[in-house]
């Protein structure tokens, strides 16, 4: 083709699979947009905030597996991406930046809105490049899409205006994108694994986001070896519906036999898991193996007894073909039967919901799970949304569940489902927001919802409490200290603003103002669901320095005044999980 550098541009991302860019337009990005309005094959999504487009766009890229593009004008634009890329890179999803820079004759000027994209996003994008001449670009464009696609994760485009009007010369738009190579770990460290395997008698496997494609082989696996299987956040949708040998989480979600899984089994198998809280794995006494596609998660959190990089799926597939089956299993039973008890001491707030006001958040999400379809989109708030969803949600072969699960940014949820909504139109999307992270980002943009009628549910926990960080300050002995705030009726400025609206105050109220919201159709729905703000969830197994750093709290809190605050607390958790 012939034509600017910005008709490349998005002739190249178009070629790529780029079916939507999120952003703001203006200032030095005016000839880019220009040239995708001529181009015609990619949708611009008008977002009210840059990193509202950025986190829709990491949910539908992580989603769809194909890259999309988001967008921000110079400087101040610019930045306003960065959190949502650093969320992309974290969890691995194929964004691509495209910056609008100054004009090549003011770079290094400290011109207005001037910002050296090299320096400002080096912790989060992959791969930089700064197109300062048009024949830099197709080489530029190019690097980006393969690194965005193929290491799954952000690149950024940083165009100065000048060039982007600029003549290309006649180039060729077309893009190959090589399919990712399968990887396998060698013959030799094969038989070492099946050795280790069946030398060890009891088994426990641990999964995480790696097991994405591989949930039936490891499933299998699980059968042979009488292991019992845990799963990070990340795994659990993979792994824990319609498996009769999952045994929950571990870590501060942490809920059912996993732990003790882990912890008491001879030899444990990370399965593509880069699980962070390394003071829930195990010591040297259990024996590990991990096998993950990014070697550099081989043994980082904790030391292993063998480490095998590879893709899960045909890792586990060859290791199936040898592997002896073990017949004894009572190890098995045992961790599934600690599930069993743990699950029906979770549904104390769920069964006795609908007469606990104010609203159990548990009641509320286990609610949701039961009302949503087969099909249903998640999207998770970090805060003591996680806690809920972790819990209560429900995961089946087509539902997805999806958060800032490793970048734990706040007010990734409602973004989230409208990015996931855009990509999968009609599927139902519901977002389980914190009123901390509703207000923080959702609220402007809920205006976008509205114009482009994207039927997502967005459930408010309304608590007035920056509530996880309330209870990680009691968890650390300290007196909660800043985390309260006023809110609105949320479902009256949904309405104000277009938004069907929905409050449910009565524990009575859940199950039909639920239902009612996932049954609108035609455009976004906000529950303002009013809940207990200080409903707790125990993890199953409470480290030492949490639970005084609770006792501490709680002390501390009575000696300053707060007896009040500390008795409610008391009251409404006697059933601790
Ligand atoms: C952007 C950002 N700011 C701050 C934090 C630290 N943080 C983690 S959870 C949380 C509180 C979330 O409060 P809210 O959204 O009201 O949800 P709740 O926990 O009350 O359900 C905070 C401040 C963060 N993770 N991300």
Partial sequence: MSGKVADLLWEMLANAGVKRCYGIVGDALNPVVDALRRNGRIELIHVRHEEYGVFAAVAEAYLTGSPVAVCGTAGPGVTHLFNGLMDARKEGAPVIAIGGDVETTLIDTEALEELNPYKFFEAASLYTGRVVNPAQAPAIINTAILTAVLEKGPTVISIPGDVASADVGDHSAEITIPNPPVLRPSDADLDQLVKMIDEAKTVAIFGGEGCRDARDEVIQLSGRLKAPVGYSFRGKQWLEHDNPNAVGMTGLLGYGGAYGAIHEADLLLLLGTDFPFSEFLPGDRVKKIQIDKNPQHIGRRKAVDLGLVGDIKPTVTALLKSVREKTDTRFLDKHISETNSFHDLLQHYVEKGPEIKPIRPEFLAATLSDLASDDAMFFIDTGTACMWGARHIRGGRNRRLFGSFSWASMANAAPNAFGAQLAYPGRQTIALCGDGGFTMLAMGDLLTQVERKTPVVQIILNNEFLDFV????????????????????????????????????????????????????????????????????????????????????????????????????????????
């Fill in 470 to 577: 309330n209870i990680e300050q009691q968890e650390a002995g300290i007196i909660p200290f800043g985390v309260e705030f006023k809110n609105p009726n949320f479902a009256k400025v949904a309405e104000a603003m277009g938004a069907k609206g929905i409050r449910i105050e009565e524990p009575g109220d859940v199950r039909d103002g639920l239902a009612e919201a996932l049954a609108h159709k035609g455009g976004p729905v906000i529950v303002d669901a009013v809940v207990d703000p200080v409903a707790l969830s125990l993890p199953s197994h409470v480290p030492f320095h949490t639970a005084k750093g609770f006792t501490l709290s709680m002390a501390k809190q009575v000696w300053s005044g707060k007896m009040d605050e500390v008795i409610k607390t008391i009251e409404r958790n006697v059933r601790l999980v």
